[in-house]
């Protein structure tokens, strides 16, 4: 009465069920595969578009001297931004995922992680606007000043520009953008500490501070880092702030505030796409196919160190 | 109505490894059959292959034979689903569907199979099923209500009313008292006793009362250490095994002196 | 002192239970009165010199009553009720510093998108308008096509697959599958619109954009965060329900569909919709796929559709002579995309709130 074949009361149900069964687990099967296949198709179908930019003779390529002389100072520019917004986004999100994990009363913080996330959801081309038409010009006069009174860095060299849209406001624009991002789930990585742990240190008669040294820091060491490489991924591949608020020369430079500036990959590509034609449009998706390449090494350098410092953690 | 259950040469695998080995025993028709023995001696891998549940974990897998009314259970061309509807479960922890009101757990075992219903034979299913797990006084104002919303005794009794709305032959409890408190307990102990006249039942559990109270025949597994499969020492009828059994391990474990 | 095992109440810069090397206890209301102290200082310094900046003015104040506090922290109560003090003010100034720009991001963009929203403006499209006047009608109906597109063909390639993962995935193509998601949830959103653009180029030629190679783009950012929240979810549901149901003789796929996806569900639900709320404001896929016009178009397999955010972008960028109408535009069409953003994060988090199972109510 249980098989399959022979006639009972409840063929009729079941003849059709159990070919629903297996329909169901290949339904499911083939979703994965498409995924699969999709990456694949993305590989392919970069590689085979940037292949004739490869390919080209030298002169063809903007600029004239090749894939490579026209790619460097796009992945010095990228690197460069991504670089400046972390060196800026990452203390601060790690205070703010610490004054939410640690300080603030447990309503405020409830309220304070809403807005973080809500942070991170507004679009890139909203905080592109707010740069440009509002920050840049704000910051253009700390410029001005970074120029006349610590000039002789060659960071703030100058001549500082005056509409404020330099890599320097990219790099601020970004950590905005990535605070969000790193904070998130660097509080959640804090708020895991062990209670117990926690409480033994301040049994101990530590201050909060050296409580939040003992126990919660070094719990959560390996989490922050892959917070902040993926912040570092979004960053690297930010396009449309970094597209509006950068005025962008293509030099090589680490002049942070003068109007002579690298550009980035992402944000070049938004820029050229739209008009680019024939071999512009394979130089481009190469330059598409070098940024993919660095934010995959990025995530899994990322993902290397936290299995690293998890497994020498021993925990 | 209820059916006999025969086991022979039953080896119970999780991947390589050899939980059970080599259980012949018969569990009689209305009757209870009581499973008992230390943690690890596979008294629920042994429950779980009776209705084919077992073969849910990954690698799992049994060799041997459980017959039931003449015909093999693992046979190549039984299908388990139908087995599970004909041998029902309950387990440790009552697990009420927390998605569905208390009627619809009840109806569950017949909604999920797609089985249509009018409100009629839908009520009837639902008073039925728990009247028989003894809950239908407790609740009949609320089955609107979720299931999550009852106490752990009473989700422990919907889930057996879950159970029999399937109309099983056999009825299979692995330790269904573990979670509750001793009125609770009492409660599903009467549920049993009364039960045992429709149904096969077969129960696992670590309360020598309990056995001795509710089962007609007992089974005692055991392991011979960490690592090693579990056998099937001796089984007969309760009262002897409580009071004569024929394995000095059996008394052993009875009496409290085991280990 | 033995019974101090709670943590401190979360704000102490001066914490009121003795501990340890602490000498001189202090009274609650020793940081209201030194700041209250500072921001007369602060004042006071800002009106002898003339310089009246708010944002500078509260600045000068918690720098002011930063030091104080510290000093007098290190005189009464030593080094490392100072060092504490310190970490404080260093930690709540970070977040200080965060919140700035969100508070001012959404000041500017309220107080200029705002002046941008009358009925014209929702229910015109840009055709043949010049300077003032025109609205973002197509704009919303290229966002609502597109971005429903992209939500049809990653919900249920994301869904499915998860449930794979969760359910039915072991060996090899399981593993390729979790590190292939893993890398998708990197991939730059540019990188994406090339892919789906260079997809499109195989079948329509060269140049072609539509709002399906946009949604196709979409997808591919949107199908990474459906898998990863749904498998969350779905592994969250206990094993127990999965074998409750087994033990009735329920085939799989029904326990799957009719048992764990649907207890799941308000957790994917709500997945799903902080995806949505994700790339409804990507604006670099759409603009090289779905490229931009001032018509509204309202069929994705062919032509030039736009997009919200896109709008936003070529407003800025090309603003038209005089540009001041332009620039409006593209403020309004800002305040419009961070005000879905935030919709769909608030209902997001009321499906959670009201449709995750209440055990005990
Ligand atoms: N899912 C599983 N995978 C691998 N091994 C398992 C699994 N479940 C149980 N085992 C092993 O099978 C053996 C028997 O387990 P089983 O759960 O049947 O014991 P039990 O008699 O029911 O114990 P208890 O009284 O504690 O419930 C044990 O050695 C256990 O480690
Ligand atoms: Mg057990």
Request: charged content about 15%; proline content about 5%.
């Amino acid at each position: 009465m249980w098989s399959t074949g022979t006639a009972t009361q409840q063929t009729s149900q079941t003849g059709r069920r159990t070919v629903a069964d297996p329909f169901f687990a290949g339904l499911t099967r083939a979703a994965a595969t498409v995924i699969l296949l999709a990456l694949a198709g993305v590989a392919a179908f970069l590689c085979s578009e940037a292949w004739p930019a490869v390919t080209a003779p030298s002169d063809r390529i903007a600029g004239g001297d090749g894939l490579v002389a026209y790619l460097w100072p796009l992945v010095f520019g990228t690197l460069l931004a991504a670089a400046l917004a972390l060196a800026i986004s990452a203390p601060l999100a790690i205070g703010v995922a610490l004054f939410i994990s640690h300080f603030a009363p447990r309503r405020l913080a409830l309220l304070i992680s809403y807005v973080v996330d809500l942070l991170a959801a507004v679009p890139s081309v909203v905080y592109g606007l707010w740069g440009i038409f509002y920050l840049a010009p704000k910051l253009s006069h700390i410029y001005s000043w970074l120029a006349d009174h610590v000039g002789w860095l060659p960071l703030f060299a100058g001549p500082a520009s005056v509409t404020g849209r330099t890599i320097l406001t990219a790099g601020v624009v970004l950590a905005v953008m990535t605070l969000p991002v790193i904070s998130a789930l660097s509080r959640e990585v804090f708020l895991q500490t062990p209670r117990l742990q926690e409480e033994a240190a301040l049994a101990l008669g530590a201050t909060r501070w050296e409580m939040i040294r003992m126990a919660v820091l070094p719990q959560g060491r390996s989490g922050v880092v892959s917070a902040t490489m993926l912040g570092l991924g979004r960053a690297l591949g930010e396009t449309m702030a970094v597209a509006l608020v950068l005025s962008a020369s293509g030099l090589v430079t680490f002049n942070l505030i003068s109007t002579d500036n690298p550009s980035t990959i992402a944000a070049n590509i938004a820029l050229q796409f739209p008009e680019a034609t024939g071999i512009q449009v394979n130089t481009l998706v190469a330059s598409g196919l070098a940024l993919f390449v660095i934010t995959f090494v990025v995530n899994f350098a990322a993902r290397g160190l936290v299995a690293r410092s998890s497994k020498s953690e021993g925990s | 109505m209820a059916k006999t259950i025969d086991v022979s040469d039953l080896d119970i695998y999780y991947g390589s490894f050899k939980a059970v080995e080599d259980v012949t025993l018969t569990m009689a028709s209305r009757s209870v059959t009581a499973l008992i023995g230390p943690s690890g001696c596979g008294k629920s891998s042994f429950l779980r292959s009776l209705n084919r549940m077992h073969e849910v974990i990954p690698g799992a897998r049994v060799e041997g034979k459980v017959i039931m009314d003449g015909r093999g259970l693992y046979d190549v061309d039984v299908d388990p689903v139908l087995v599970r509807r004909d041998i029902g479960m309950v387990f440790q922890r009552p697990n009420p569907f927390p998605t569905m009101s208390i009627a619809d757990n009840v109806l569950a075992g017949k909604r999920l199979n797609g089985k249509r219903m009018n409100r009629a034979e839908a009520a009837e299913i639902v008073e039925r099923a728990l009247v028989s797990a003894n809950l239908w006084n407790e609740v009949k104002d609320r089955l609107r209500k979720p299931g999550a919303s009852l106490s752990g005794g009473q989700q422990q009794r919907l889930c057996i009313a879950r159970a029999l709305a399937v109309e099983p032959q056999v009825l299979l409890m692995d330790e269904p008292c573990s979670a509750l408190d001793p009125i609770s307990t009492t409660a599903i102990e009467d549920l049993i006793h009364t039960l045992k006249e429709r149904y096969t039942i077969v129960i696992v559990t670590h309360n020598m009362q309990q056995a001795a109270r509710v089962s007609d025949t007992t089974a005692f597994f055991n392991l011979a250490g960490a690592g090693r499969p579990g056998h099937l020492i001796e089984s007969g009828s309760t009262p002897k095994i409580f009071s004569t059994p024929d394995n000095p391990a059996t008394e052993a474990y009875i009496s409290g002196r085991f280990g | 002192m033995a019974t101090q095992t709670e943590p401190p109440p979360a704000t102490d810069v001066w914490p009121t239970a003795s501990r340890g090397s602490s000498r001189v206890r202090h009274s609650h209301h020793a940081p209201t009165v030194i700041l209250g102290a500072s921001a007369v200082l602060a004042a006071g310094v800002l009106g002898l010199s003339g310089w009246v900046d708010p944002v500078g003015a509260v600045a000068l104040g918690w720098l002011t009553f930063a030091i104080l506090s510290t000093a007098l922290t290190a005189t009464l109560r030593g080094r490392r009720a100072a060092k504490n003090n310190v970490a404080t003010i260093l930690v709540t100034s970070a977040f200080a510093l965060a919140i700035l720009p969100l508070a001012s991001l959404m000041w500017v963009v309220i107080e200029h998108g705002a002046p941008a929203f009358n009925a014209h403006f929702f229910t015109y499209s840009m055709r043949s308008v010049v300077g003032a006047g025109g609205g973002i009608y197509h704009a919303i109906i290229g966002t609502l096509y597109v971005t429903a597109a992209a939500a049809v063909i990653s919900v249920p390639i994301g869904l499915l697959s998860a449930v794979y993962l969760v359910e039915y995935g072991r060996g090899p193509m399981a593993k390729a599958l979790t590190f292939l998601v893993d890398v998708m949830t990197g991939i730059p959103s540019i990188v994406a619109g090339l892919f789906a653009y260079a997809l499109f180029v195989l079948f329509w030629g060269e140049g072609t954009r539509s709002g399906i190679a946009g949604a196709v783009a979409l997808s591919l950012l949107m199908i990474p965060i459906v898998v990863r929240a749904s498998e969350e979810m779905l592994k969250l549901v206990p094993h127990e329900l999965r074998e409750g149901a087994y033990a009735l003789g329920v085939r799989k796929w029904r326990t799957v569909v009719q048992v764990v996806l649907r207890t799941a569900a308000p957790g994917i639900i709500t997945g799903i919709m902080l995806a949505v709320a994700r790339v409804v404001g990507e604006t670099a896929p759409l603009l090289v796929t779905a490229g931009y016009t001032d018509s509204t178009n309202s069929d994705i397999f062919s032509r030039q559709m736009m997009t919200l955010p896109v709008f936003a972008y070529q407003s800025f960028k090309s603003p038209g002579v005089p540009p001041e109408p332009g620039y409006e535009r593209a403020w309004g069409t800002a305040l419009v995309l961070l005000i879905i953003v935030m919709v769909l994060n608030l209902i997001a988090r009321l499906c959670t709130y009201f449709f995750a199972p209440k055990p005990n109510r």
